[in-house]
């Protein structure tokens, strides 16, 4: 395929910003040819924003109807993603998810099922799996030189946002509208790289915390601990109301410690097996000789990098980095977490999703959730 006509489903902020970039040719081989909003007023302007030959619609069936795009790119609230992302397929339109891949993982497991029945590429906007520093950390854990994982340690909490990001929208940070708070809008990144470079751990102890810093009711604040088949642990912390933040991602194991922080990459690498030494070194105090390395890693295009992958992988069939499929890993996470504060106890994964859906309408039938009024933040410099 020479030019991939892609429409893009819901114009809000991240919607916007992909049209911009494509529109701007930032994109080898792909062009806008559609795109399709609830909203009539993001419409307005679309041939002028977009180009002349833009088609603009007032929804999704509409665009699917016309026959006019060869892939969407859906970027709306995250209970849509999975029915619009099914309904692409089933289409026979290629499909790129912005995040979360969705709510809860009975409707991800579906659209996944909807993903294998079909012939199309299925991407999901994991725009930080694009950096170099992520991509060069998930090698080096793969290459076997760190050894067997230990611990991992993932403190996530310079997400800061103001009560005016959360009135921007009517559906932000409410369990009818989004679905959750931090874990479901920012952290889907960070949840996917942890599982991404570190695996999933098997069982999940978590304490959220509701509108701890904000008006809101969703959560803004979570702790949880994590344990792994191998007898490893993990901690994460997450927030939106901490400043200054921290954004560190440390990972222990036998061979050392490796710390990914700031975009740097310093392995901690000791001399010899940490626990061959500590089995066999006779002198009770002491510990193995440590080299200090700095892992060079080269930046990465982020949005603009998955979509660039996405579309040539529709083109030449080359391998996706970001695999639509891959997004039920994050929302389990996210999910075992919730459900953990919900119930007061351990979640095992894969999560009960009958239980985790009946728990999540709870909430649902009492939220706040209010008609969002169309306006659109600018997401420039953020995830």
Wanted: charge should be negative; proline fraction near 3%; aromatic fraction near 10%.
């Amino acid at each position: 395929m020479d030019k991939v006509r892609i429409g893009i489903i819901g114009l809000g902020g991240m919607g916007s910003n992909h049209a911009g970039y494509i529109t701007r040719g930032e994109i080898a081989g792909a062009e806008i040819a559609a795109v399709a909003d609830a909203d009539p007023a993001r419409l307005e302007g679309a041939k002028e924003k977009f180009g002349e030959g833009v088609q603009a619609f007032e929804g999704a069936d509409a665009l699917f109807a016309a026959q006019c795009v060869d892939a969407v790119i859906v970027a709306t609230p995250h209970y849509f993603h999975p029915p619009l992302v099914i309904q692409a397929l089933e289409n026979g339109l290629h499909a790129m998810s912005e995040k979360p891949a969705g709510v809860y993982t009975r409707q991800v497991r579906e659209m996944n099922e909807a993903a294998a029945k079909s012939d199309r590429v299925f991407g999901v906007m994991f725009n930080q799996r694009a950096r170099g520093e992520h991509q060069k950390l998930k090698e080096l854990v793969e290459s076997g030189e760190l050894g067997e994982i230990q611990r991992t340690i993932y403190i996530i909490n310079n997400w800061f946002r103001a009560q005016s990001y959360y009135d921007s929208g009517g559906w932000r940070a409410t369990w009818a509208g989004e679905g959750g708070g931090v874990l479901a809008n920012q952290c889907p990144h960070n949840l996917d790289l942890w599982q991404w470079i570190c695996g999933m751990p098997h069982r999940v102890r978590a304490f959220c915390r509701f509108g701890q810093y904000h008006d809101i009711e969703v959560e803004d604040d979570v702790t949880a601990y994590v344990e792994y088949e191998n007898g490893a642990t993990g901690v994460f912390i997450t927030s939106t109301g901490e400043a200054p933040g921290t954004n560190r991602l440390e990972i222990s194991a036998d061979r050392g410690k490796v710390v990914l922080e700031g975009g740097k990459i310093i392995f901690w690498r000791t001399r010899e097996s940490s626990s061959k030494f500590l089995k066999e070194w006779p002198n009770g105090f002491g510990s193995p000789e440590v080299w200090k390395c700095e892992i060079p890693a080269k930046g990465g295009e982020e949005h603009k990098g998955i979509t660039n992958n996405w579309v040539q992988a529709i083109r030449t069939g080359s391998p996706l980095l970001a695999s639509g499929t891959e997004g039920i890993n994050g929302v389990e996470l996210s999910n075992a977490m919730l459900l953990s504060t919900w119930t007061d106890n351990w979640v095992d994964i894969p999560v009960d999703e009958e239980l985790y859906y009946n728990e999540l309408l709870k909430r649902v039938e009492s939220s706040n959730v209010e008609k969002s009024e169309g306006k659109v933040m600018d997401v420039k410099g953020t995830f």
